[in-house]
């Protein structure tokens, strides 16, 4: 029988992958056909996604399965959320793709909350207050740089205007759109109230459509440069919507890390949770697939491993990172993970320094020191987070799964049952391809519903119980 393929493309903030899923014998499987690199560019100080690169690699990436010769039936892309760019009547870029991490939101905050104070803005899309949203770097153009906004015509999430290379058609897709904190959660549309407050054009905004609606086919010359036609469809384009599709697990009560860049904690909700406790406690409602939401919180997660990575000069394996921040477990020092001062610092090391200092405790001098400093903070709040949870719903959570890359780092993965004392099980590892697949095969009815493709998931991939006695921390 002929085999249907389904085409994930997962761009992350530091790497994009192309991986073909298939159903066989009951389960579900997935290769990686290409991988490539990604990293935000300094253009004249803003910090900038490269959009033609990107796209170029998107397309590379599709034309693989004609040397394969594995033809999608559909291709679905998702990526890192919050990040736009805004298009003029010809569908031509207006400025660039500034990123999230970059610093012109600065002060947004009280500039908005003069218009529409956080209270009320968090009862209307019960969204995380974070500098990096979407509302704040729109409402920077809008003072900074308002030509920009009066010449565009459409706003394209970054899935949505790869969508739209491919295909020539724009669709804005709602499980990106919440995290805008522009829409809102219980009618999950744009809050149009709430742009006119703020003077962001209306006629920007497009329709929001669902997982599982389709964009169109791909355009004739990206035909005649793949080598195949086939139709590009939405997933939950925000990857963090995709991942949590691949939860593996039917239990309601279970709580999830989406670990990767950033490490997403929280539970699944069937209505939001925009109250003032709620709001207090800095939960988000991200709007998830089949009228889901994601109750949430954003902590930095590996992004300061991979930055001190990067100022390590790449020069240990992994084994050998977890090696060195073992030996430094004698550190008592913590740092507040959620804190902005690490989101773009140009050192890592001097961040977590310079804030050691700032709350009068040792600084970390040795890379041991610095390693498990940041590990260990990582897991406390993890543990924190955990109770938040538990005090916000009055639940008791037993187990937590940690899907995404960074399920793979043994020693983190330790430390969080060390600090959350719950039960831990890691994987799958592209937790946010394989939920991407998820709508495509939803929509082509390979599964009946959400509940059927989460059990398949969990049979179908390996998730790994912590192994208490690896790194022991008793002592
Ligand atoms: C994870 C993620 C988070 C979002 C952050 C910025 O990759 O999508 O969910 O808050 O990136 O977009």
Known sequence: RVKN??????IGASSGRHILGWMENGKMRIEEIYRFENHLD???????WDMERLFKEVVTGIGKCSELNRIPKSIGIDTWGVDFVLLDGAGEMLGEAVGYRDDRTKGMDKKVYEIINEKDLYSRNGIQKMLLNTIYHLYSLKLNKPELLEKAEHFLMIPEYLNYRLTGVMKNEYTNAT???LVNA???DWDWELLDMLGLPRKVFGRLYMPKDSVGLLKEEIERQVGFTSEVVL???HDTGSAV???PTNDDDAIYISSGTWSLMGIERLIPDCTEKSRIHNFTNEGGYHYRYRYLKNIMGLW?????RKEFSHKYTFDELFTLAYIGRYFSSVVDVTDICFLAPNSMRQAVQEHCRGTNQPEPQTECELLFCVYNSLAKCYGDVVKEIEAVTGNDYKNIYVVGGGCQDRFLNRLTAFHTQKNIYAGPVEATAIGNITAQMLK????DDLVQARGTITKSFAVKKVNDDEFCFED
Do not use: H, W
């Open 304 to 308: 300061m491993m991979q930055s001190i």
């Open 444 to 447: 082509t009815k390979e599964f």
């Open 235 to 237: 997933p939950a384009t």
């Open 179 to 181: 995290t805008t904190q």
């Open 186 to 188: 219980e009618n999950r």
């Open 5 to 10: 393929y389904y085409l994930a493309i997962d």
């Open 42 to 48: 300094n253009k004249n100080g803003e910090l900038c």
């Open 245 to 247: 599709m691949a939860v």
